[in-house]
């Protein structure tokens, strides 16, 4: 199981598997070139598919153009290729045009990428352990938390690195409550966090938590719509969900840094062990594996922050992905948008359910974490491709059929 650093990732929304990893690829792929003057990028199946949503195209193109290369994009949706659905070739070229070399890569959710070649080889193991029923095994013997059990295998960096992922997560936060109009692309979906954050205010107790902690969530997702730097947590499209709780509990617990940090690194192991033996990815397994996968984190972060047992973070952390699953992937216009930042919404207010509903336990219950993450996997590889993030089907179609008719008329 890799680095937690490798599951909170810094840069520029909207997608970590539209827009960062093909970024990612191509920055390596022009390191591996470096006589060429001229690349060519294939896009295929879900890349393809909701790209241009997704901005992966303006991406890849600004990059190019910084680097003063010339790029064409080619887009394949209707062929997928065989190890993952977001799969894409790289072409470089001399300065006379004549080929020099490519490189197939697969952007396999969260930022990362897997060059074709070494797909199937796992990444370089730091953790001994990679189930939950083993981790909650270790600390039962050694009497540590979660969070130790992340500090004893990372690099001693690891705490300035999670420092600089929570100050980035609170400044996408403040942007965004304080940004307003309209989103980026076609859909003209106007920004509700900054609304949502003075109504909350002037609203009564019940009322105000939520709508504080739906703002937080609103302000990131909108920050990641219009292509603006926040955190995979694990991914872009769900990147709302830990910073406004954390943030929600930092403000009205009073709760600092340290165990924030402490908090973000048992997030993290929660992300990793689903990125390890599930998928993380949209394309893979739907929503399920982004959305599931946040929720679970900041479930068992805020349990942790509010006093929970190793036993509750990870009865928490079950729950917040056990009550997503079958979750699709139906962006509308293939935009990161539509249900997506709603999604970040609920997804925050359900983790401090999560953590509130596990706290009144002993934290005995009947479906463990590893469980859970299975069946999210079997699900999710069950769905059909249409409802992994390719734009086809779900409240992608209707609205697209929506639209056409008014066209008619």
């Known amino acids: 199981m890799d680095t937690i650093k490798q599951l909170y990732k810094i840069g520029h929304g909207p997608s970590s598997s539209h827009t960062m990893g093909p970024l990612f690829a191509a920055e390596k792929f022009v390191s591996m070139c470096k006589d060429c003057d001229f690349f060519k990028v294939t896009l295929y199946g879900s890349l393809a598919l909701t790209g241009k949503g997704h901005f992966t195209d303006i991406a890849l193109i600004d990059y190019f153009t910084s680097i003063n290369k010339k790029v064409e994009i080619i887009w394949k949706p209707d062929e997928f290729l065989p190890l993952h659905p977001n799969g894409m070739k790289f072409e470089g070229y001399d300065k ?41 095994e270790w600390c039962e013997k050694t009497g540590a938390p979660l969070w130790e059990y992340v500090e004893n295998y990372e690099e001693k960096d690891i705490w300035d690195y999670l420092e600089e ?74 990147s709302g969900v830990l910073p406004a709780v954390l943030y929600f509990l930092k403000k009205y617990h009073r709760i600092d840094k340290e165990r924030i940090l402490k908090a973000i690194a048992t997030a993290g192991l929660i992300g990793n062990l689903v990125k390890e033996n599930a998928s993380i990815s949209g394309a893979e397994v739907g929503c399920q594996g982004e959305i599931g996968t946040a929720c679970a984190m900041a479930s068992a972060a805020a349990t942790q922050l509010l006093g929970g047992t190793v036993a509750q973070i990870e009865y ?41 509903y596990s706290l009144f336990s002993d934290g005995r219950h009947r479906i463990s974490f590893d469980e859970v993450v299975i069946t ?34």
């Open 96 to 136: 006379n045009y004549n080929f020099v070399r490519d490189w197939v890569v697969y952007s396999v959710g969260g930022g990362a990428i897997k060059d074709e070649k070494d797909f199937d080889n796992p990444p370089a193991s730091i953790y001994p352990l990679t189930k939950m029923d083993d981790i909650l």
């Open 165 to 238: 992922v929570w100050d980035t997560m609170v400044d996408s936060i403040k942007r965004g409550l304080k940004h307003e109009g309209v989103l980026p692309g076609e859909l003209h979906l106007q920004r509700k966090a900054a609304s949502y954050f003075m109504k909350s205010k002037n609203s009564g107790l019940f009322l105000k938590s939520f709508g504080l902690v739906a703002s937080y969530a609103l302000a990131v997702a909108e920050e990641n719509a219009s292509a603006n730097i926040v955190v995979t947590a694990p991914t872009c499209g769900s």
């Open 316 to 356: 928490a952390a079950e729950m917040g992905m056990e009550h997503h699953l079958g979750l699709t992937c139906d962006p509308v216009g293939g935009y990161v948008q539509i249900p997506c930042i709603e999604r970040n919404a609920f997804a925050a207010g359900r983790a401090l359910q999560c953590a509130t």
């Open 376 to 409: 999210m996997k079997e699900t999710g590889l069950s769905l059909p491709s249409c409802y992994k993030e390719t734009g086809t089907c779900g409240l992608a179609r209707h609205w697209l059929d929506s639209e056409n008719r008014k066209k008619q008329t």
